[in-house]
């Protein structure tokens, strides 16, 4: 009912609509999700986590603690007791299985708990695709407490033989990520690898075998189910190792259909084994002669800024496009507009302090570029994979065909120079 309208002669109100947004503070997603919730006039409540003091910062109404998952889940439901919601939404990898937590609590809809742990944890993700019959590579997990020694002579009485990829059970963005090619590549990988999951208080790994093959991404939407694809990437940069570090997507993929229905045909199929039902995923596939195989499926939408490549219909974002869905809202259409799109996550090249870009002006007017974003901070330490979990900014490009979009993002990106000096180390450390 709208506001001012009476029904037997009490003026009632409309409970207006409200979204609790879930990101880490780091997150490049948050703010797309706030400006596509003010374009449909839904109100945002930022969950975020961040010590209180600080959350006045970030403008947070509700600080939270990520890693305390029940305590978190309290104070969430609290919040909502006083302003009421109707979703609660995790705009990164961070709080899914928050999200899914808290929406159980308060009898939102939701995927499960379960569902949003499997999309999280790749050992567990992994299982369920071997249960269900999901191609995806032979694994084995192991302890960091293991003798990487021991390790490399076993792998292949375990059916995983080399090449391996070395993979943290929960990091994304390919951090930690290291390929093996054999026992002497697994120890230093190991050595590599043992630091990065230290700092994030993990204390075991995933061993897989490598797929050869090109990789892909795929934007989707589940209702119910049932998989509702909104846009296949292309990833024209080969990604063979030994780290796994993205450069550009592009879409519409260049791949043949029934290769393209094949891979629609898995991430369905991976996504059932995970038990996900509902919103957005983001599915990460591998092709070669064999077919598509699911590296994996995280349930949330793309990552960084690439969500604004995609637009569908006159101009509707992604970011709309999930909140309307969650929302309950009119969706006319999941069209894309016709033209190819793409975008580069500029990658760091060295280790060190970013000290500044140039050639941004030359890089900005090569044909076919829309815009580009430099979300590295200034005099701020930065790092490459297999260490960083992040990059230089984002380039995008618009065009008739995806080869023209794929050119204009390596021309952009030939044309800018970064300077990035060498870190001082710290006296004693």
């Known amino acids: 009912m709208r506001p001012g309208i009476t029904d037997g002669g009490v003026t009632m109100t409309e409970t207006p609509k409200r979204l609790i947004l879930l990101a880490s503070a780091s997150s490049y997603r948050s703010g797309d999700f706030v400006e596509a919730a003010k374009r449909l006039g839904i109100e945002v409540a930022l969950g975020m986590d961040v010590p209180a003091p600080l959350a006045h910062t970030y403008n947070c109404p509700l600080p939270l603690d990520y890693l305390d998952l029940d305590r978190s889940t309290r104070a969430i439901a609290k919040y909502a007791g006083q302003n009421p919601v109707q979703v609660i939404l995790s705009a990164d990898d961070s709080a899914t299985v928050l999200a899914a937590e808290a929406s159980q609590r308060l009898g939102l809809r939701h995927n499960s708990p379960e569902a949003a742990e499997a999309a999280q944890d790749k050992y567990v993700m992994r299982q369920l695709f071997?249960?269900?019959?999901?191609p995806s590579p032979n694994f084995k997990l192991y302890s960091l407490n293991d003798d990487p020694e021991d390790i490399a002579e076993e792998l292949n009485a375990n059916r995983v033989t080399f090449p391996v990829v070395l993979k943290p059970r929960r990091l994304s963005g390919s951090r930690g990520v290291i390929?093996?090619?054999s026992?002497?590549?697994f120890i230093v990988a190991h050595k590599r690898l043992q630091p990065i999951l230290e700092k994030t208080g993990a204390d075991d790994f995933l061993v897989e075998e490598f797929i050869p093959g090109f990789e892909v991404a795929l934007e989707g939407m589940l209702d119910n189910g049932?998989?509702?694809?909104?846009?296949?990437?292309?990833?024209?940069?080969?990604?063979?190792?030994?780290?796994?570090e993205e450069t550009i997507y592009?879409?519409?993929?260049?791949?043949?259909a029934g290769t393209q229905r094949a891979i629609f045909d898995c991430a369905a199929k991976a996504a059932a084994a995970l038990g996900l039902l509902d919103g957005p995923v983001h599915a990460e596939l591998r092709v070669n002669e064999r077919g598509p195989w699911m590296v994996e499926l995280a349930g949330r939408s793309i990552g960084g800024l690439c969500s604004r490549t995609l637009r569908f219909g006159t101009e509707m974002s992604l970011e709309e496009l999930i909140l309307r869905q969650a929302f309950g809202m009119e969706i006319e259409t999941t069209q894309r507009e016709g033209r190819a799109g793409g975008v580069m996550m500029i990658p760091i090249p060295k280790a060190g302090i970013f000290v500044?870009?140039?050639?941004?002006?030359?890089?900005?007017?090569?044909?076919?570029?829309?815009?580009?974003?430099?979300?590295?901070?200034?005099?701020?330490p930065i790092y490459p994979l297999p260490e960083g979990d992040s990059y230089l900014g984002f380039i995008f490009a618009r065009g008739t065909a995806p080869e023209d979009v794929e050119a204009a993002l390596r021309e952009s990106h030939r044309r800018l120079h970064f300077e990035i000096a060498p870190e001082i180390p710290v006296m004693g450390v």
């Open 130 to 134: 071997a249960k269900a019959g999901v």
């Open 179 to 181: 390929r093996a090619d």
């Open 183 to 185: 026992p002497m590549d």
């Open 226 to 244: 049932a998989l509702k694809v909104l846009a296949l990437f292309d990833k024209p940069d080969p990604l063979d190792g030994p780290f796994f």
């Open 250 to 256: 592009v879409t519409p993929s260049r791949l043949p």
């Open 356 to 380: 500044g870009c140039s050639g941004l002006d030359e890089a900005k007017a090569a044909p076919g570029i829309e815009s580009i974003e430099i979300t590295a901070k200034l005099n701020y």
